[in-house]
């Protein structure tokens, strides 16, 4: 059998928090169709373009997928994992670069389509609808509540 022809992919992506007056943590997160078609919760990621960071691009990539602003607050993690994509007959190494971001506070702008649907979940509610193991363990870093400030 002929090995599968390989391609790296980079890309960045956010946890975007909103931190509410009554002490309560929500996190972004938005809705992409699987290939047969069912919803999968997932954080706003995508493509790192030539001559951008990978900052540069997790925040574009949010804007784009949410319509929504961020700040970095700090880097989180990077997750590595290969994946086949059949059409293509190609074999992805694909490494996400994940950043804390809290909200803008400004409305929302318009979006890409890339996305099914954006929606503000709160906390624990976001672990339980994440669809990777991988992510649920991003959201679970930036944890429940935001820092007590002195």
Do not use: C
Not at 4 to 32: E, F, M, N, Q, Y
Not at 115 to 139: G, S, T
């Amino acid at each position: 059998m002929t090995p599968l022809p390989t391609k790296d992919l980079v890309s960045a992506g956010g946890v975007v928090v909103d931190d509410r007056p009554d002490g309560s943590r929500w996190v972004l997160l938005i809705v992409h169709l699987s290939l047969s078609g069912h919803p999968r919760w997932t954080l706003p990621k995508g493509g790192v373009e030539p001559g951008e960071t990978p900052e540069q691009a997790a925040l574009r990539e949010v804007r784009e997928e949410t319509g929504h602003g961020a700040t970095i607050l700090r880097a989180l993690d990077t997750i590595a994992y290969t994946f086949v994509w059949r059409p293509d007959r190609v074999r992805y190494h694909k490494q996400v670069h994940y950043f804390m971001m809290r909200w803008d506070g400004m409305p929302p702008g318009e979006r890409d389509d890339e996305a099914e649907h954006v929606e503000w979940v709160r906390y624990p509610a976001a672990l339980l609808r994440l669809a990777h193991r991988n992510e649920r363990e991003l959201v679970e870093a930036v944890g429940p509540e935001a820092p007590v400030e002195a």
